[in-house]
């Protein structure tokens, strides 16, 4: 599976920004597919997971209720919709695929197989 991250940008405190994450290579119907994010001089962390085929999502604390991940799947596209932006966003933004990860295990990112090469998302005035 190829994984290609778009989207990043500057935006404002308080602004919004759409990530998309165009996948190819493979069908991805027993896949999760996830974000995740790294800032300077921090660790890879955990945004958000969705099941490819199904209704499951999940989402980090410090992104619930901004963030929405969603899927295209005719289009082999996720998206990462950010909202009420703030500076501890700031980070390269990765998305990442794995087929047939347990659900309980979509925050670690050692467990995902593939990985786009990351945008970078900056919030600040």
């Known amino acids: 599976v190829q994984l290609q991250a778009s989207g990043g940008g500057l935006v404002q405190p308080g602004g919004s920004l759409r990530l998309s994450c165009a996948a190819s290579g493979r069908s991805l119907s027993n896949y999760v597919m996830g974000w995740f994010r790294q800032a300077p001089g921090k660790e890879r962390e955990f945004v958000a997971a969705?099941?490819?085929?199904?209704?499951?999502?999940g989402y980090a604390d410090s992104v619930k209720g901004r963030f929405t991940i969603s899927k295209d799947m005719a289009a082999n596209t996720m998206w990462l919709q950010m909202n009420s932006l703030n500076p501890e966003d700031t980070a390269v933004y990765y998305c990442?695929?794995?087929?047939?990860?347990?659900?309980?295990?979509?925050?670690?990112?050692?467990?995902?197989?593939?990985w786009g090469q990351g945008t970078l998302v900056t919030v600040s005035s």
């Open positions: 990442a695929a794995r087929a047939g990860l347990i659900w309980g295990l979509i925050s670690r990112s050692t467990e995902y197989d593939y």
């Open positions: 969705i099941r490819w085929s199904g209704g499951n999502r």
